[in-house]
């Protein structure tokens, strides 16, 4: 089983950064995959950056760019780093983990993208 601990959401102005950080409760390096997704009211959660287990990084095509994927086995985190942050990327963000055939999600963490 695989805990995840989400943080660093927040408020940020149009053209501002934010760094979101998830920690796993286990070795992520021993995970199939780890990624963020988001989610608007009324609409699908969505991919937004993932990253494989030897290293393959995949990006929503909104993102590419500007996010940008990262992780610390040491820490055992996996990070968001959101530059450029246009008002369409409010949402909520999602960790997610892949360990064999099951999924893990964390709780989420808040992004608002105002001026």
């Known amino acids: 089983q695989v805990q995840l601990a989400e943080s660093g959401g927040g408020l940020a102005q149009p053209g501002g950064s934010l760094r979101l950080s998830c920690a796993a409760s286990?070795?992520?390096?021993?995970?199939?995959?780890m990624g963020w997704y988001r989610q608007t009211p009324g609409k699908e959660r969505e991919l937004v950056a993932r990253?494989?287990?030897?290293?393959?990084?995949d990006y929503a095509d909104s993102v590419k760019g500007r996010f940008t994927i990262s992780r610390d086995g040491a820490k055992d985190t996996v990070y968001l780093q959101m530059n450029s942050l246009k008002p369409e990327d409010t949402a909520d963000y999602f960790c997610?983990?892949?360990?064999?055939?099951?999924?893990?999600w964390g709780q989420g963490t808040q992004v608002t993208v105002s001026s």
């Open positions: 997610n983990a892949i360990l064999g055939t099951t999924t893990y």
């Open positions: 286990r070795g992520i390096l021993s995970l199939n995959a």
């Open positions: 990253i494989f287990k030897y290293g393959t990084i």
